[in-house]
């Protein structure tokens, strides 16, 4: 899929032809979206910078440009709906984005416990008006909860897709003022801007403005951030979809919680996930007909959905650097997983040994950490054995 999109970039580059070259720039970002590299379409996106004569696909000059300078395939702006993004007054950061997610729910992997509910979630939203007529209101404040790098920023993406509305996604750098009463106020201005539109307002890092108001560390400001939010939560239209994601849900006002008429928590990915995470990632390269899916989705216990994707994707640099031509062997990425893990420590640092001594454990032979780490079988059984004695 990336090499036809890459050899349609050059073919639209040589004959000169900016439509198609947009085309398959948007493409390549969209693709890249879908496989979770959100950061990677936004850059591709970004780089993009077409003069003011370009046409788009069809023919028509184009100069929509959305707020974060995202354009027009992917993440666009809605046109003719939202005047402009509000400011912070003292930076003039814009306090969202507004983008178009191409990240569909069914790109994502999670248990199907937790599909089932974002499906329920977006049926209510889709029949809003027929529940709204019989006295029944559908959920549109939804928390989602968990580690970093379990879907939550592409989960609540794929449901704005779903559902073929916008996403205003909050700045928090641009929200968090230094100012006394300033981010109060951009609070305000951010749900003051979208409480006429139909919208998904995604509201990442979410505790950074949510915290206890017990905590005695935290200053009067951020107590009077908390009120402020929760007068906006209770006064927000039902037009209004608001997600809400957090890395540290603990931190959390009680009173915030109550204001959400769902909480999930993506947990990090069980032994299937992986195993599909693994063969989602890997079918974008050339890999041996004998992988052991099964074997690296064990080994991979504990690891979140990014931190696999970045092993598959240093795993094929890796292969292409130092044997090109070649596929992708499992012992490839176990080495590649191995020194990411024990964070490229020496052979002889006890950590290292430590950790080889738990995938041994875990079904990984003698035979193929040898293949893996280059180290003779006999050294390993050695080290695994001076483990165990000290155990």
């Known amino acids: 899929m990336k090499a036809t999109l890459v050899a349609k970039l050059i073919e639209a580059h040589c004959s000169g032809q900016e439509a ?52 027009s395939s992917g993440f666009t702006i809605q046109g003719g709906q939202f005047n402009s993004v509000p ?23 999670l248990p199907e416990k937790q599909k089932e509910i974002l499906t329920q979630i977006l049926g209510e939203q889709k029949n809003a008006e027929v529940l709204l007529r019989k006295g029944l209101t559908p959920v549109n404040r939804v928390l989602l909860c968990g580690p970093p790098g379990c879907g939550k920023t592409m989960t609540a993406m794929a449901m704005a897709q779903a559902l073929g ?12 003022s230094s100012y006394l009463g300033q ?38 400001e951020l107590k009077r951030v908390v009120t402020t939010l929760l007068q906006n939560f209770d006064n927000m239209p039902n037009n209004v979809f608001l997600i809400a994601a957090t890395n540290h849900h603990h931190l959390l006002d009680p009173a915030i919680w109550r204001r959400f008429n769902v909480v999930i928590m993506l947990e990090l990915p069980d032994l299937l996930q992986r195993k599909r995470l693994f063969t989602k ?49 499992t012992e490839h990425l176990l080495d590649t997983l191995i020194r990411q893990v024990t964070l490229y420590s020496k052979e002889n640092n006890e950590e290292f040994w ?5 995938l041994n454990k875990k079904g990984v032979s003698l035979r193929v950490l040898e293949r893996a780490l280059g180290v003779p079988k006999s050294t390993i059984r050695d080290r695994i054995k001076e483990g165990d004695l000290d155990g």
């Open 165 to 176: 509305i916008s996403m205003a996604y909050v700045r928090l750098d641009g929200l968090v």
């Open 87 to 109: 400011r912070d007054r003292e930076s003039l950061f814009e306090l969202y984005d507004l983008v178009n997610p191409a990240v569909r729910l069914e790109d994502i992997i």
């Open 183 to 220: 981010t109060s106020t951009n609070l305000r201005k951010v749900f003051d801007s979208v409480k006429n539109q139909r919208v998904v307002l995604f509201l990442d890092e979410f505790d950074a403005i949510a915290k206890k108001r017990d905590d005695a560390h935290e200053l009067g």
């Open 281 to 329: 990632w890997l079918s974008d390269y050339p890999v041996a007909k004998q992988f052991d899916y099964a074997l690296v989705s064990k080994v991979a216990e504990g690891l979140n959905g990014s931190q696999i994707q970045e092993i598959v994707r240093a795993t094929a640099k890796y292969v292409l650097v130092n044997y090109p031509g070649e596929v992708i062997e």
């Open 354 to 358: 430590s950790y080889i001594r738990q």
């Open 20 to 71: 198609k070259f947009e085309q398959a720039l948007m493409e390549l970002a969209n693709d890249e979206e879908k496989k979770g590299n959100v950061s990677v379409a936004q850059s591709i996106r970004n780089a993009y910078r077409p003069s003011k004569n370009s046409q788009t696909v069809g023919g028509t000059q184009d100069h929509t440009i959305a707020p974060s300078g995202l354009k």
